[in-house]
């Protein structure tokens, strides 16, 4: 379990990491380390290079920039966690990072390493597509900002060229009437779940209005359920017919610890659990 | 807490005296130096010119190695040489895993490196030697072997089919071994019996995943002919014996140092393939030769355990009573029987222990032991245990549940009487000095059944089911020479101490025991303190060192404090005799006149003593002062060994209260109670610590731990992230108390307490389970009970 051989960059400011990158189809991208250090040490994979962007200043902000809350994609799970900025304007993503693995992970992980490594399985991807969020991205000819939900494409497939880093991810402010909430399924506290949902709820006083869901550790990617969202909006919680209508809009894929089977019982489970705590 | 009195014993002296240890939950100096990070584990080891190994290892389950070049290897950078078995099988003799007193064993020469087979996914067939293990695993990449993959026994149930894949041609099946045990007549009591209940349980194959992974670093100096092998063991005089049979080294000239070792469950006291290599190439090379297991081959060639399907039959009467049980076991233990413990024990604890804790007058075991495509499969903490007690709990709920009593009831009806030992179990192994009855009185009272019962109803219009466990179980301990040495196997059943006064009046300690982190150090020098009459500061311990220590077994199935703790205690009181008899003689005064308390020899009616310094000084450098013929010895040994009996029975009753979301299938343990008789103990947080890691290690496997396979053998969890082992948020409350019945068989009175917790508690979250899930007409007979299990028996999925 030792890494194969690389060079490694250290790059002092994003226009470095861009040009390297550009260069260097082999070459990679290291932010926290969290997922690409093991998959090196296991020699999944075998980069040229490991280009270090982790060292490059101001990549770690949390600032509000007009309508959205800006997350620099060096801020680390725990800074997003104990930002006061975070705290108030945006307090269900504390709630989810406190379910994202341990916290020595969370001391190095990144949001954008997240969002960027896109895993199917993990939190944050599936929030910033129930968040309408926009990832911005940086590259050769300039920054250009992908929304969410067009940046997913299938299993740990993005947008991203190959001469682009992430920077930032901007989130919509949610309106008063507006809730993000979500749950999960694991075996173990911090584990990858087995099923997980994130879903945006719009009310009109005790009626919902709008509901985007959006399941992760489903299938390939953040699996948004639209046609499934209608039926709650119009009838609420029947399981046997939302189960039916998830199974046809969500390709389940199953995993070690669930079935496909069992993800898509947890998916509709998870739907009466959201409901459950939007009344409460 | 740390300072309670527990469970006085009377040939032990009285604990309101100075220096009173035994008994007390005194803190461990070594967890400090393990914090503090000054640990010396076989990884921090630099030699010079060290070389390091990494191995290639078979993908697949089942192959034939039809060409392997490492020619290209050779000349990766860094690289110093490129071995497969031709080499190593020069430097190292084959090894067969059968013992002798056990009915007949089948398994076919070892070898360190697969000849021409490999037989399962992890076996190494080569090895890289280079200045670093990097470059070592470079050069892996560059071995070519062209495998011809051949059908893999994976399956044990199919392993003596007709049509199975033999994986030993030489031997004519895939039968390992098998036991059958016949007491009395089941068939009549069956036929007598009121009620007859029946289940059949399913034992998925887990492993211990110890914190420190496994490693040895070798060292052959060909001038002195000696070789020293650093390993993180659990027996040194046993890999003494080991490295010298099959090395060809005079025995005299090997030296075993288990220095720290961050725990071994039992997975660290078997001969690997690997580690054996290591120790070859040093001898062929003359070099320091370091390999350190990674995760991933630790899941792969660590001992696996359980992997047992066992059904079983119980017969009662009216009352309740039971008149016969029936097993029925079988095990699959990969493509060879481990050496030199054998693959067998685990099978026979199953057969030896279950029905342990009751009276039944018939009882019929069957036991099989099949070779499969898999990791080997071997001795692990609580060997046995979880699946005999699991069968025999489960038909014991199911008989109560049958005729209407309570959980408490039949069992109670049917213990042992605490008064009627010694005595037998069904299978007719000896046991004595246990305490069932009053173990589950107590459990009862911690407990409070009427108020779970009363919960458990209110729950039931509720999405969760709730659900409750009580099991009583025996624990093997303190084994004679009746468990290896009988059967031919240099393992050491006596273990020895040695301790000294020295010139600064110190107390130096050794002892064949071993510590990997469980507080052998602790409570060893708790035990000498005591019954020397000295602070715990002034003694000094060594553990771990074949040239440093006393010949002895090591640490495994608790064994430590009841055989170690003894020669200790034994070794210490003749020391501080010799002491009075040296004092005596300088204080011109009686020996029964004189004590040794605080480090210094008093007069036990008044006036000024001497202290130990002061008199080792007068004996090492001022001899001629003492009068003539004073023996100045001033070093003890001594030695024990349980005697006339298999093993020291230790037992424990558990209960657990479970909750199992419905919707979701996920299993919580809302609370665990564990009473357990382990005779004296000698440090009271040390042995709850214990208990409660065993049960920790019992939740892993009744709920968690598996080692995935696919149908072509290939294991498919082998990282930390995919192996679900319980962690902090998955611990219960663990509420542990004590009944003390003092072994017999020594003067210490301690029986082992390591591996109750690990061997109870799958049966009891099993019983608890499905006491919840009967409310649904369902049960899970399958362990680890996971989500998915749940919902499909609640029908959810």
């Known amino acids: ?280 | 807490m740390d300072d309670i009195k527990v469970n006085q014993n009377p040939k032990l002296g009285s604990m309101d005296r100075p220096n009173s240890y035994i008994g007390r939950s005194l803190p461990r100096e070594n967890a400090k130096k393990h914090l503090e990070g000054g640990g010396q584990f076989v990884d921090d080891l630099v030699l010079p010119r060290m070389l390091h190994v990494a191995f290639l290892r078979s993908p697949f389950a089942h192959a034939e190695i039809k060409s392997i070049n490492v020619e290209e290897a050779k000349t990766s950078p860094g690289v110093f040489d490129v071995y497969t078995s031709k080499e190593i099988d020069e430097f190292c003799t084959p090894w067969v895993g059968t013992l002798g007193h056990l009915g007949e064993m089948r398994s076919p020469e070892q070898t360190p490196l697969a000849k021409k087979i490999a037989r399962w996914q992890g076996e190494p067939i080569a090895v890289v030697i280079a200045n670093n293990r990097a470059q070592a695993e470079d050069a892996l990449e560059l071995i070519e072997v062209d495998w011809e993959e051949k059908d893999a026994q994976v399956d044990m149930e199919t392993a003596l089919d007709d049509n199975a894949v033999v994986i030993h041609p030489e031997l004519d099946s895939n039968l390992f071994w098998t036991r059958t045990v016949n007491q009395g007549d089941v068939n009549q009591a069956f036929e007598t019996s009121h009620a007859v209940v029946e289940t059949k349980l399913d034992f998925a194959r887990h492993t211990g995943v110890t914190l420190e992974s496994r490693g040895i670093v070798a060292d052959w100096n060909k001038s002195e002919g000696k070789i020293t092998i650093y390993h993180n063991g659990q027996a040194p005089h046993m890999m003494q014996h080991i490295i010298a049979k099959h090395l060809e080294v005079n025995e005299g000239l090997v030296r075993i140092v288990s220095r720290d070792v961050g725990g071994s469950f039992g997975i660290k006291v078997h001969v690997y393939p690997d580690e054996m290599a290591v120790a070859a190439i040093s001898k062929k090379l003359g070099r320091p030769v370091k390999f350190i297991a990674d995760r991933l081959e630790s899941f792969t060639t660590d001992i696996h355990a359980r992997c047992h399907k066992i059904s079983g039959k119980l017969g009662v009467d009216k009352e309740g009573k039971i008149l016969a049980m029936e097993i029925n076991d079988l095990s699959g233990i990969g493509p060879f029987s481990m050496y030199p413990r054998t693959s067998a024990i685990e099978t026979n604890q199953v057969l030896n222990l279950s029905g342990a804790p009751y009276v039944i007058p018939n009882y019929k075991a069957v036991g099989t032991v099949v070779f499969q495509n898999k990791t080997p499969m071997c001795q692990y903490r609580a060997v046995g245990h979880p699946i005999a007690v699991a069968i025999t709990e489960a038909l014991v709920d199911k008989a109560a549940n049958k005729i209407g009593i309570s959980l408490s009831e039949i069992r109670k009806k049917n213990f042992i009487p605490d008064t009627a030992y010694p005595n037998k179990t069904p299978s007719g192994v000896p046991l004595e000095d246990l305490s069932h009855q009053a173990s589950m009185d107590k459990l009862l009272t911690m407990m409070n059944i009427q108020e779970i019962e009363k919960e458990k109803i209110a729950n039931l219009d509720k999405n969760v089911l709730s659900g409750y466990g009580v099991i009583s179980m025996c624990e093997v301990t303190n084994p004679s020479p009746l468990f290896y040495g009988v059967g031919g196997a240099h393992i050491s059943s006596q273990d020895g101490a040695s301790i000294r006064l020295e010139g600064s009046g110190a107390i130096h300690l050794s002892s064949s025991i071993t510590e990997q982190g469980q507080g052998t150090e602790a409570i060893m020098k708790q035990i000498a303190a005591d019954q020397l009459g000295v602070s715990m500061d002034s003694v000094r311990v060594t553990l771990g060192d074949t040239d440093a220590t006393p010949y002895g077994g090591g640490t495994w199935a608790s064994r430590g404090a009841g055989i170690g703790g003894e020669a200790v205690l034994k070794a210490a009181r003749t020391l501080k005799d010799n002491i009075l008899d040296i004092a005596a003689a300088i204080m011109q005064t009686d020996k029964n006149s004189l004590d040794v308390e605080n480090n210094t020899v008093i007069r036990k009616n008044g006036g000024e003593g001497i202290t130990l310094q002061q008199l080792a000084e007068t004996v090492y450098y001022r001899g001629h002062e003492l009068p003539k013929g004073t023996n100045p010895e001033l070093l003890a040994t001594a030695s024990f060994l349980i005697e006339g009996i298999p093993f020291v029975f230790t037992n424990s009753a558990m209960g657990c209260k479970v909750s199992i979301d419905q919707d979701t299938g996920i299993i919580k343990i809302d609370k665990f109670w564990a009473v357990e008789d382990c005779g004296t103990q000698i440090n009271p947080k040390l042995v709850e610590e214990q208990i409660r890691g065993g049960v920790i290690q019992g939740i892993g496997g009744a709920l968690f731990e598996e080692c995935v396979y696919d149908d072509q053998g290939n294991m498919q969890n082998a990282t930390m992230a995919d192996y679900l082992v319980p962690m902090a948020y998955e611990m219960p409350d663990i509420i542990v108390d004590h009944v003390t019945t003092n072994s017999g068989r020594s003067i210490i009175g301690a029986k082992g307490a390591g591996e109750a917790g690990t061997g109870g508690a799958p049966a009891v979250i099993m019983n608890a389970v499905n006491n919840a899930l009967k409310h649904h007409g369902t049960e899970v007979l399958s362990q680890p009970i996971t989500p998915e299990k749940i919902l499909k028996a609640l029908r959810k999925i």
Do not use: W
């Open chain 1, 1 to 280: 379990m030792k890494a194969p051989d690389f060079s490694y960059f250290e790059a002092q400011n994003i226009q470095d990491a861009i040009k390297y990158k550009s260069e260097d189809d082999e070459a990679v991208i290291l932010a926290g380390g969290q997922s690409l250090l093991p998959a090196l040490n296991m020699r999944l994979s075998s980069p040229s290079c490991l280009i270090d962007i982790s060292k490059i200043n101001n990549l770690n902000e949390i600032k509000i920039e007009g309508d959205f809350i800006n997350i620099g994609a060096l801020a680390t799970h725990s800074d997003v966690m104990n930002n006061d900025l975070i705290n108030e304007k945006l307090p269900c993503l504390v709630d989810i990072l406190k379910m994202v693995a341990h916290a020595a992970i969370r001391n190095k992980g990144t949001h954008g390493g997240s969002i960027a490594y896109g895993d199917p399985a993990a939190e944050l991807p599936a929030f910033a597509v129930a968040m309408d969020a926009e990832i911005v991205l940086s590259g050769l000819s300039g920054q250009r900002i992908v929304n969410a939900k067009d940046f997913y494409r299938g299993l740990f497939e993005t947008d991203l060229k190959s001469d682009e880093i992430l920077i930032a991810i901007r989130y919509p402010f949610l309106s008063h009437n507006q809730h993000l909430i979500f749950d999960e399924v694991c075996r173990r506290h911090g584990d990858y779940a087995m099923a997980g949902l994130m879903a945006r709820v719009e009310l009109d006083k005790s009626k919902i209005n709008n509901l985007d869901l959006v399941y992760f550790a489903t299938g390939d990617k953040p699996n948004i359920a639209q046609n499934t969202a209608k039926l709650v909006i119009d009838d609420r919680y029947d399981y046997e017919k939302l189960k039916k209508s998830l199974a046809s809009e969500i390709d389940f894929a199953g995993d070690l610890n669930s079935s496909s089977e069992m993800k898509l019982h947890l998916a509709t489970i998870l739907i009466n659990k959201i409901l459950n705590k939007l009344e409460r």
